[in-house]
């Protein structure tokens, strides 16, 4: 069978009229989010996203609305003729690609300015006058801590552009990685919230052979980095191991994590063990945590985390 080439959209009234057409034939509309620059991470979300809809849209939108001032938008990594071939080869492939040109152009002539911060004030990436875009979806609490830190505006214009997403494309389903673990959960509690009807499915963590999770962002490591950068994954398997051992202290876990990256080379943004839900940092270990890590190697800054669901008595 030869592979499926999918529609390519651009259009959000096209984008919604498909959906709805889509729906009226009783059709399960699966959605799978994405900056592009595709790797194996994404196509196993659309393998994911096959068992739980009839029909696969996949967007591709480098969003404006989550870089801040001090990070190049025009620097993201593109390849939309590569992706829609590594769209083809996944089994089923995908119905349509919804690949707009700019999700904050509302036909006003004023120019569009990147996200910039004026003391505890956000202010928006367009203009505020005129047309500007001027709306934000902010999920409080979640948004704090871990990524929240160190990009303070970036959830904000995630929950924002994934909000113009579901309400153009109107998904059953919708499928985010987990290396992504604080967006799964702020876009799980946004839909919560916000009584949106659809399914958000939380993929695994997909890793390249040497275990290093998989981001367009690897592509940026030089071949030293490269190397070094793998000392994440091997401190999430130090604290795995210490945690079957009866280490509970957080912060004797974490610290395996700290030496591990920084023996390597890499700079530490934060190693956090938090809880699963909420996201708020714990002492001790006794419920479902999740160890969320993020470490500059070079210029590159590489997130990973690892699920600890072992219940333990707390030992002091």
């Given amino acids: ?30 959605l799978v989010p994405t900056m592009g620059y595709l790797h194996e991470g994404h196509l196993t979300l659309v393998r994911e996203a096959h068992k739980h809809a009839n029909v696969i849209a996949v967007s591709i939108y480098v969003n404006p609305g989550q870089f801040s001032p001090n990070e190049d938008l025009s620097t993201y990594p593109s390849d939309f003729d590569g992706d829609i071939r590594k769209l083809m080869s996944v089994p089923g492939g995908v119905d349509v690609v919804f690949h707009p040109h700019n999700l904050y152009d509302y036909g006003n002539d004023k120019k569009n300015s990147n ?28 948004q704090k801590g871990l990524c929240g830190n160190s990009r303070p505006i970036f959830f ?36 919560r919230d916000l009584d949106f009807s659809i399914k958000i499915v939380g993929s695994e963590i997909t890793r390249e052979n040497d275990g290093l999770a998989m981001s367009s962002r690897n592509v940026r490591l030089s071949t030293k980095d490269r190397q070094n950068a793998l000392s994440i994954n091997k401190s ?10 009866g ?15 920084t023996e ?12 699963q839900e909420n996201l708020e940092k714990v002492e001790f270990i006794n419920g479902p945590v ?14 990973d985390n690892m699920e600890i669901n072992f219940k333990m008595d707390v030992r002091k």
């Fill in 1 to 30: 069978m030869a592979p499926k080439e999918p529609l390519v959209i651009s259009n959000k009234d096209e984008m919604r009229k498909w959906s709805r057409a889509m729906r009226c034939q009783g059709k399960v509309i699966g």
């Fill in 115 to 142: 996200v910039a911060i004026e003391g505890d004030k956000m202010v928006s990436c367009v203009d505020q006058g005129g047309l500007g875009h001027e709306t934000w979806v902010r999920v409080e609490n979640l």
């Fill in 156 to 191: 904000r214009g995630v929950a924002t552009i994934v909000t113009k997403l579901f309400n153009i494309v109107e998904p059953d389903v919708a499928v985010f990685g987990k290396k992504d673990y604080q967006q799964w959960r702020i876009i799980q509690r946004m839909v």
């Fill in 236 to 245: 999430l398997l130090k604290v795995k191991s210490a945690v079957e051992d």
């Fill in 247 to 261: 280490q509970v202290h957080c912060e004797k876990l974490r610290n395996l994590v700290v030496q591990c990256v």
């Fill in 264 to 275: 390597a080379g890499g700079q530490i943004d934060y190693a956090e063990i938090v809880d």
């Fill in 290 to 303: 999740v160890l969320c890590v993020a470490a500059w190697f070079g210029k590159v800054r590489l997130i």
